[in-house]
């Protein structure tokens, strides 16, 4: 079956704008994360979905930056007032039901550069 | 808190040599530890993980790691490095109640020389 698919694979805007990155998990895989991952350096952990709510998003930065997953499935990571200290690249991961067992698949990720 | 090392952010070695990527993590409690490899324009894909039982786990492409707990330790290593083993790999570590938030070292890249 398909893997984690994300879009756009790349996104430019100029600072101040404000984007949408979004994520299609595996099928059936109720556990969706985000993590960041600058130049140079391993991914950081945003926020993790179990189904449709935040089980925990002590990851995110700020307030500028939202996630949403309202039917279970494909979320949508939001950030508002783009910053050029958000460029990174965005990933995507999902597992099943126990993540504690269950590997996470991640997606190729969206490459974020804010001029 | 947790935190992962990982020494040495570039290592060279002959098609053919001994791989031995290191990783040395903190944690006050039984961590769960993972090995990820990331290739050019692809996602992470997880090469072993241990979270309890045996020590010496076997995974993919024949990785192999070591839980060390005395050491604090989760080295990476393959006998015989081959050209297609090039790619960055990332330790990670989990544990308890945030088990699946993931802490990630800042990768090792593998050059592997003809």
């Known amino acids: 079956g398909a893997g984690v698919s994300q879009t756009p694979s790349n996104k430019v805007t100029e600072k101040g704008k404000y984007v949408e990155l979004r994520c299609d998990p595996i099928?059936?895989?109720?556990?969706l994360y985000w993590y960041r991952q600058s130049l140079g350096q391993g991914p950081e952990f945003l926020i993790y979905f179990q189904g449709t709510g935040a089980a925990d998003d002590s990851g995110l930065p700020n307030d500028r930056f939202f996630a949403v997953r309202p039917e279970g499935s494909v979320s949508t990571l939001k950030i508002q007032r783009t910053e050029r200290g958000d460029s990174a690249v965005y990933l995507c991961?999902?597992?099943?039901?126990?993540?504690?067992?269950?590997?996470?698949?991640f997606g190729p990720g969206t490459r974020l550069t804010v001029l | 808190a947790q935190s992962v090392t990982q020494l040495g952010s570039h290592v060279s070695v002959s098609e053919g040599a001994l791989v031995l990527l290191r990783c040395n993590y903190s944690s006050s409690v039984p961590p769960y530890l993972f090995w990820y490899v990331q290739y050019p324009n692809q996602g992470l894909q997880l090469l072993l993980k241990y979270t309890t039982g045996a020590t010496l786990v076997k995974g993919i492409n024949g990785f192999e790691a070591e839980f060390k707990k005395s050491e604090t330790s989760f080295h990476l290593t393959k006998p015989s490095a081959h050209m297609s083993d090039a790619a960055e790999y990332f330790c990670a570590v989990s544990q308890g109640d945030s088990s699946y938030k993931l802490i990630f070292g800042s990768g090792t890249r593998l050059l592997v020389r003809p």
């Open positions: 099928s059936g895989h109720t556990a």
């Open positions: 991961a999902s597992s099943g039901d126990h993540p504690s067992y269950n590997e996470q698949f």
